[in-house]
């Protein structure tokens, strides 16, 4: 379902329900670009590296769609029921306080993956969804609240009369008198009268103020200069009173996910670091300087967080998988063995954006595991609409694409969530033709979450298939066994016997409640059911009795080993913890850096340099430093390296090489001395460097640790105030000390408001004088 800027106030409850009663949520975001120039991929960050990266990348780029999907677990039908909704999201500037109004920057292979799956860039500016952070929201309560008072303060200052208003005024007293007599009693009754222009306007609200002591209501109309009078009631009066109460905007995405986190559901996302990092930025808090401080803010907001890509590395679901983009994990979940064994899910009803057609309940045939009776065939065909392109055959994403870009070339073609044919996985919806849908945020919600219970109902049924089978071999360990190591022939013919007598039993006791059904009398005009329909009503039984898997699920000591934990990319350490320190990186015996390479030599004259330690490669790094990898197998012809075993390193001696290592090989006239002239090696090659990963890896992190702490010192703020997101395209984002994020009232009583807006407005007051005295006393030290 997707959701507008002109329905979703009225969508609100809607949501509101879909959330507090599903049992999970997955998500998913689409941006306009994602990563800036400065900071490309040379070689494998460090996770605070990589968190100040993307952060820098979410200041920089919008979220423009954002999509979830809360899946509800139904007794009745023994499966999920999918509720999957996309909303286009735009920084609005339409509120007179301009507090939505955003800078951006846009990556040009972003917009052009958008485009080519269908992205309506006219619908997100004209209809997506405004939004504003806490802290905008914070600040546009207080502005509002400053305009109330000020306009306050200006209405009572009287305009003097004069010759050259005092007719109007005389004339309009009048007017209003009369009418005043005429409607006696009637609160219904409009007044108007002509007021040219602002001048006059406020001449009608001093008279209405002093002669009438605000017993009259009155509205403007500026285009056809008139004003409209009628009495003050009570009601009339109360939505006054409310109104000069500065309350956030109700048009404000953020209260879906305001609702998500109070819920207290856990959120499932697919390499969703980046999805995190760009939602905290763009709708919640502004993200923090260190990555233990968003870790723990993070976790206030949801305990329990899911990356799917992380899951698919568990050792049953790995196996499976060549790649894990979400497109390839999405048409790898539809086939055997996930389709098999997975719960089952469907869509709810009016939730089509995503369907085929709906499936006739109770009326098809026998199914077979993993498929199911009631629900809907996913859209896998559906082409934009007003379009009558055919379906493409595939879809291409650049390596820089808009949104997360999938990891291999071709979109794969997904399979049906349900369908009516007995083959868990029939090839007619497999292949054939890509989906168009790919790639919306609301729709890869929707695959994510199927993939989360596809995988995790995979790897409890397998589980559970191994412990039986294991339980049945020692049972029958046990009986073929004797204490005397004798008759092991015919114990084992005795424990088959007894197999065999259960079967029977079991088999006996069907035959007679079968007879027994038989047997029984069918009243007149009455129809005997059919195998078929026994067969329905049975399933439809067995789907009311089924348990809600959701607890198994989340509380599964082996799945929660892989819950709150992120998959990073391009990272020493793949995996972020939310919950905890992170993992300490392994060492890597086989990398060394190379330093101080005179500008002259050339990979294959480190190739000759290094030949004893079986170099595999070097990576350049800049002109003058380079990564020297050395192979993991034993020397031989390129190739066969699947046929050789790997061997025992030769230690590579660390530090400068040194004029007794590199003279040799440069000095001389023996065959060594020549070659080595020849292949590029000279005198300052001496001066070269080694370093071992491990002590590069170290020397980095004290690194960025200092450089971390300077910025912090560059950045203390002067008092409390707060430089919202990108307001001034030249003055680079500020971030204040961070703090836990603070939700407005949720009560929607006045009070409420009334309260937390004189707390805001107060804290701004004592934060800018604060700032004042600071300045006084210390001048410019620490500005920016």
Not at 43 to 63: C, G, I, M
Request: glycine residues 4%; proline residues 7%.
């Amino acid at each position: 379902m997707e959701i507008l800027k002109e329905d979703f106030e009225a969508k609100l409850p809607m949501l509101q329900k879909a959330i507090s009663n599903c049992d999970f949520i997955s998500m998913d975001t689409e941006m306009s670009g994602l990563s800036t120039p400065q900071n490309s991929h040379r070689h494998p960050d460090s996770l605070s590296t990589r968190y100040s990266k993307v952060s820098a990348s979410a200041n920089e780029f919008l979220v423009v769609q954002l999509g979830i999907c809360c899946f509800t677990w139904s007794d009745q039908l023994g499966a999920y029921e999918a509720r999957p909704f996309n909303f286009p999201c735009f920084p609005s500037n339409d509120d007179e306080a301009k507090s939505g109004e955003r800078f951006f920057s846009s990556q040009s292979t972003s917009l052009e993956f958008l485009l080519k799956n269908h992205f309506d860039f006219n619908k997100w500016i004209r209809h997506g969804i405004p939004y504003l952070t806490r802290r905008e929201e914070e600040d546009y309560i207080v502005k509002k609240t400053e305009k109330e008072k000020a306009f306050a303060n200006s209405s009572q200052n009287d305009i003097p009369i004069d010759d050259r208003n005092r007719s109007f005024i005389e004339s309009t007293i009048a007017k209003i008198k009369e009418w005043l007599a005429s409607t006696d009693g009637l609160d219904n009754e409009e007044l108007t009268i002509s007021a040219n222009n602002a001048f006059y306007r406020r001449l009608v609200h001093q008279i209405i103020r002093t002669e009438f002591k605000s017993e009259l209501d009155s509205s403007s109309n500026a285009h056809e200069r008139t004003m409209t009078l009628r009495r003050m009631t009570e009601e009339i009066k109360k939505q006054k009173e409310d109104a000069k109460i500065a309350r956030p905007p109700k048009l404000n995405l953020r209260r879906v996910l305001d609702m998500i986190s109070e819920a207290k559901k856990p959120l499932i996302g697919h390499n969703c670091f980046l999805d995190l990092m760009q939602i905290t930025q763009q709708f919640l808090w502004d993200l923090p300087l260190e990555l233990d401080d968003w870790k723990r803010a993070l976790s206030l907001e949801w305990k329990t967080v899911i990356d799917t890509k992380h899951l698919a590395t568990h050792p049953l679901i790995k196996q499976h998988l060549d790649n894990s983009g979400l497109d390839l994990v999405d048409k790898t979940v539809q086939r055997p063995p996930f389709s098999t064994v997975g719960p089952k899910i469907v869509m709810a009803k009016d939730y089509d954006r995503y369907v085929i057609e709906p499936i006739k309940e109770i009326e098809t045939p026998p199914h077979a595991p993993g498929t199911f009776i009631t629900g809907f065939v996913r859209n896998d065909n559906k082409q934009p609409k007003n379009s009558d392109a055919p379906a493409a055959t595939s879809t291409e994403a650049p390596a820089d694409a808009g949104s997360k870009a999938p990891e291999v070339d071709a979109a794969s073609t997904p399979a049906a969530v349900t369908k009516p044919a007995a083959a868990p996985a029939d090839p007619a919806l497999i292949s054939g033709s890509s989906n168009a849908k790919y790639h919306e945020a609301g729709y890869d919600a929707f695959i994510t979450g199927q993939a989360y219970l596809r995988f995790a109902g995979y790897i409890l049924k397998e589980r559970q298939r191994m412990e039986d089978e294991e339980l049945e071999h020692a049972r029958k360990r046990r009986r073929v066994g004797s204490p005397d190591g004798l008759n092991l022939e015919a114990d084992a013919a005795a424990a088959t016997q007894e197999d065999t007598n259960e079967v029977k039993a079991i088999e006996k006791a069907t035959e007679a409640t079968a007879t027994e059904d038989n047997d029984m009398e069918v009243e007149d005009g009455e129809v005997e059911e059919t195998p078929m329909e026994k067969e329905a009503i049975l399933e439809k039984r067995k789907r009311e009795i089924m348990e809600n898997p959701t607890h198994d699920f989340l509380s599964d000591q082996e799945l929660q080993e892989y819950y709150n934990k992120l998959h990073v990319m391009r990272s020493d350490v793949p995996v972020l913890y939310l919950a905890g320190p992170d993992p300490e990186p392994e060492d890597r015996p086989y990398s060394y850096m190379l330093r101080n390479i005179h500008s002259s030599i050339q990979s294959s004259t480190l190739f000759h340099l290094f030949e004893q330690y079986n170099p595999y490669t070097f990576t350049w790094t800049d002109d003058n430093t380079a990564w020297f990898q050395i192979s993991k197998f034993a020397p031989g012809p390129p190739g066969e390296e699947s046929e050789r075993l790997p061997y025992e390193l030769k230690p590579l001696p660390l530090g400068r090489l040194g004029e007794e290592y590199v003279t040799p090989f440069h000095i001389g006239d023996d065959a060594k001395a020549v070659q080595g002239r020849n292949m590029g090696v000279v005198s300052e090659a001496a001066n070269i460097e080694v370093v071992s990963w491990k002590q590069w890896y170290e020397e980095r992190e004290e690194r960025e640790r200092q450089q971390r702490e300077a910025e912090r010192a560059q950045r203390e703020p002067q008092g409390s105030q707060h430089q919202q997101f990108r307001k001034n395209p030249l003055k680079k984002p500020y971030r204040a000390p961070f703090t836990p994020p603070v939700s407005t009232p949720t009560s929607d009583s006045p009070a409420a408001f009334a309260a937390a807006a004189s707390v805001l407005s107060n804290n701004k007051t004592e934060a800018v004088a604060g700032s004042k005295r600071k300045h006084d006393g210390e001048g410019e030290q620490g500005r920016e």
